[in-house]
C-alpha cells in the first residue's frame, strides 16, 4: 500500500503546488485546515519550506537552492536583506542575534521564522534575482553539489561547473523528475581534492580519463541518513559531458520507476543498489533508460582525493585561505563558524566580494563561504576588512572544523541543541586543549539526530544527539564516534561511546586527544589510529569528564518552544502566529 505521503502526493505534488501555496499566503496562516496540516506541510517542501517544529506552529524555514554554491553578484545582499526583514520571528539566539542566514553542508541557504503570508513577496524578490526555493526540500531533485570554486580552481581535472548547472536547468520543475519515492542528491565533481563528496549522494559522477576524454565516471547509492550510510557504488559507466544529462536522468527515471514508494524508510537509491546490485542497475539503465551504447568506465582519480580525508597531507583541501585561481586572479575562504551569519555580516560579505571580486560568492559543503575573483593587488586590501576578524582565512584548528546541524532551536526531528553548543565546544577547544603536534586538520561535526545533516559519519569525532539521565534528572546527551573520512579511502566513524551528557564531552575530547598523543606512532594522522584501535580500546581512551566547560542547553529543548527564551515552555509560546506576529488565541 502507498504510504500517506504518496497518497497526498498524488492528489496534489510539483509545480501545481505553488498556486495552493499562493492562496494560503493570500488567506493567511489559519486558513490551512488544521487536519491537513500534515499534508499540506509536506508538499510545500518541494518549493523549500519546512513546518518548524512543535511551538512555532505557522513558521517555517525556507530553504534557497543555489547550485554547486555559486551565488552571482548582487544575489548575496538579497539574501541578506530577505533575512534581515523577514526572518525575524519572537526569539532571540543569545549567539547570532534575530536575523541570520544559514549556509548549509549541501551548499544551499536556509533562513528561519519566516511567516507564510510573507511567501509571495519573498519569492517575488528571490526570482527577480534569479534565485529560487523550488525543489529545495521534497521529494525530487536536491541541490546539486561539487566543488565550489570549479571553473576557478587551478587543479581541477575537469571544469564540472556547465555539467552542474546544465543538470540544474534539465532538472528543476522537470515535471517528469518532480515526484520521486524520495530525495535524490546529485554530486557533480571534477576537482582532484573530490570535494564534491560524491561517495555520500545518490549519484555522483565523479573525474575520470577515457582514451584521452576527460569526463566522469558514475557512482549510485551514497548516503548517510538514520543509522543505515552508505558509500556510493561505481556501476562501471564513463560519461563524457555532453552525455551527462542523458544518463543522470536515466537513473533518475530508473529511480522514480523501481524505488519503494511503500516504505518511506526504504525508499532511497542506496538500499535498491543493495537489493539489485550494481551490475543490474547497469543493465537495467542500459536496456530501458538510455538509447546508445554505455561506455565502461574511465581511469578514475579517486586515488587524489583528499577532501575532508582525515589524513595528514600536505594542506586542509578546504578551500578556506587565499588560493590562487586558473585566471591569476585569488578565491579567498572564510570560517563561517557552525555555518551560521548574521544577516548583517552576510550584507557586508555582499559588500566585500563586489568591492574586491567579481561580486560572486560561493559556499562550501563545510558551511563555510568564499570570496572570488579577487586580484593579488587587492588582497591585503581584502584581509584587512574587519568582517575578517570573525570569518577568519585562517582560523584555529577547532573552529575550521566545526560542523552542526539546525538542531532543536528549530527542527521536529533533533533532539539536542545544536549550533549554540558547537559555538562553545570549539571555543572552551581552543582555550583549553592543545592540538596534537602535526594535525592540521580536526573535524568535529555534531548533528542532532539520526538523519545526519552535520554529516557526521565522516568526521574526526562525531557527536549524535540522545537523551540521557544525570542526577536523576534527564539531560541532553551525545553519543561519540570516531574516525570518519572521504577521502582516496572513504570510511565511517565507528560509534564508541554512548549518551554522554553533553557537559561532559569537551572533557572526553580532550581526554580522547590527550590519549591519542600518548599513544600514536610517530606522526600519525588521528584516523590512521582510530583504525589500528579496537573499538573497546577506543572507547576506553574518551573518558566523558566534566570540566570548567558549562552547557546551558542541558534541559530536555524538545519540551520547550523555543531553547534560548527566557520563558520557554511550551505554554510560553507565542505560536501560531499571524502575519504582524500576533498571537492566534486557541478559541479563534
Given at each position: 500500500m502507498p504510504t500517506d505521503v504518496e497518497n497526498w502526493k498524488s492528489e496534489v505534488y510539483g509545480n501545481e503546488i505553488r498556486e495552493h501555496l499562493m492562496e494560503f499566503a493570500e488567506e493567511g496562516w489559519e486558513s490551512i485546515p488544521e487536519d491537513e496540516h500534515d499534508a499540506w506541510f509536506e508538499r510545500f517542501k518541494w518549493w523549500g519550506l519546512y513546518h518548524q517544529r512543535n511551538g512555532q506552529e505557522s513558521y517555517f524555514m525556507m530553504r534557497i537552492g543555489t547550485p554547486n554554491g555559486v551565488l552571482t553578484p548582487g544575489q548575496t545582499e538579497v539574501v541578506a536583506d530577505i533575512a534581515d526583514e523577514y526572518a525575524r520571528g519572537p526569539g532571540e539566539n543569545p549567539e547570532f542575534g534575530d536575523a541570520y542566514v544559514d549556509w548549509t553542508t549541501r551548499q544551499s541557504i536556509q533562513l528561519h521564522w519566516i511567516r507564510l503570508e510573507d511567501v509571495p513577496e519573498i519569492f517575488e524578490k528571490l526570482e527577480a534575482n534569479g534565485l529560487s526555493t523550488q525543489q529545495a526540500c521534497g521529494d525530487?531533485?536536491?541541490?546539486?553539489?561539487g566543488c565550489p570554486v570549479a571553473g576557478k580552481d587551478s587543479n581541477e581535472f575537469v571544469d564540472a561547473l556547465p555539467v552542474a548547472m546544465?543538470?540544474?536547468?534539465?532538472?528543476?520543475g522537470n515535471d517528469d523528475h518532480a515526484n520521486l519515492p524520495r530525495k535524490w542528491k546529485v554530486s557533480?565533481?571534477?576537482c582532484e581534492e573530490g570535494c564534491g563528496q560524491g561517495d555520500i549522494n545518490d549519484l555522483a559522477f565523479e573525474p575520470a580519463e577515457k582514451d584521452g576524454v576527460k569526463g566522469f565516471n558514475v557512482r549510485v547509492g551514497g548516503g548517510l541518513s538514520r543509522n543505515e550510510p552508505r558509500l556510493a557504488r561505481?556501476?562501471?559507466?564513463?560519461?563524457p559531458p555532453e552525455d551527462a544529462d542523458a544518463v543522470a536522468g536515466g537513473i533518475s527515471a530508473l529511480f522514480n520507476d523501481h524505488g519503494d514508494r511503500e516504505d518511506r524508510y526504504n525508499a532511497r537509491m542506496k538500499f535498491l543498489t543493495d537489493e539489485w546490485g550494481t551490475e543490474k542497475i547497469?543493465?537495467?539503465l542500459q536496456e530501458d533508460y538510455v538509447d546508445f551504447e554505455l561506455q565502461t568506465a574511465g581511469e578514475d582519480l579517486r586515488?587524489?582525493?583528499?577532501?575532508?580525508?582525515?589524513?595528514n597531507d600536505d594542506g586542509h583541501h578546504d578551500h578556506v585561505g587565499v588560493h590562487e585561481q586558473n585566471d591569476g586572479n585569488y578565491y579567498v575562504g572564510l570560517n563561517v563558524l557552525v555555518g551560521r551569519m548574521g544577516a548583517d555580516d552576510t550584507r557586508e560579505l555582499a559588500r566585500i566580494a563586489d568591492e574586491y571580486g567579481s561580486g560572486e560568492v560561493r559556499v562550501t559543503q563545510r558551511q563555510n563561504v568564499i570570496v572570488t575573483d579577487v586580484p593579488e593587488e587587492d588582497l591585503d586590501d581584502l584581509l584587512a576588512e574587519d568582517l575578517l576578524d570573525t570569518y577568519e582565512p585562517d582560523p584555529h584548528t577547532f573552529m575550521r572544523g566545526s560542523i552542526a546541524c539546525t538542531g532543536t532551536e528549530f527542527c521536529s526531528l533533533s533532539i539536542v541543541e545544536t549550533k549554540n553548543r558547537q559555538v562553545r565546544y570549539a571555543r572552551w577547544l581552543k582555550e583549553n586543549v592543545e592540538v596534537p603536534a602535526g594535525v592540521e586538520d580536526f573535524h568535529i561535526h555534531l548533528s542532532g539526530c539520526t538523519a545526519s545533516c552535520a554529516q557526521p559519519q565522516i568526521a574526526d569525532i562525531s557527536l549524535r544527539g540522545m537523551k540521557t539521565r544525570k542526577d536523576g534528572e534527564p539531560v541532553e546527551a551525545l553519543d561519540i564516534g570516531l574516525g570518519g573520512g572521504l577521502g582516496a579511502e572513504p570510511r565511517f566513524a565507528e560509534w564508541v561511546e554512548q549518551r554522554v551528557p553533553a557537559d561532559e564531552v569537551p572533557g572526553a575530547i580532550e581526554n580522547l586527544l590527550a590519549n591519542?598523543?600518548?599513544?600514536?606512532?610517530g606522526d600519525e594522522s588521528f584516523r590512521d589510529f582510530v583504525e589500528r584501535t579496537d573499538e573497546e580500546a577506543l572507547a576506553e581512551l574518551v573518558e566523558p569528564e566534566e570540566t570548567d566547560y558549562e552547557d546551558p542547553y542541558m534541559h530536555n529543548t524538545k519540551m520547550t518552544w523555543y531553547p534560548y527564551a527566557d520563558e520557554d515552555d511550551m505554554d510560553d509560546s507565542p505560536a501560531p502566529a499571524r502575519a504582524d506576529g500576533s498571537p492566534i488565541p486557541s478559541d479563534d
Open positions: 525530487s531533485w536536491r541541490n546539486i553539489v546544465d543538470l540544474n536547468e534539465t532538472f528543476k557533480v565533481t571534477g561505481s556501476i562501471d559507466v564513463f560519461v547497469r543493465r537495467v586515488d587524489e582525493y583528499t577532501y575532508n580525508s582525515g589524513r591519542f598523543e600518548e599513544r600514536r606512532q
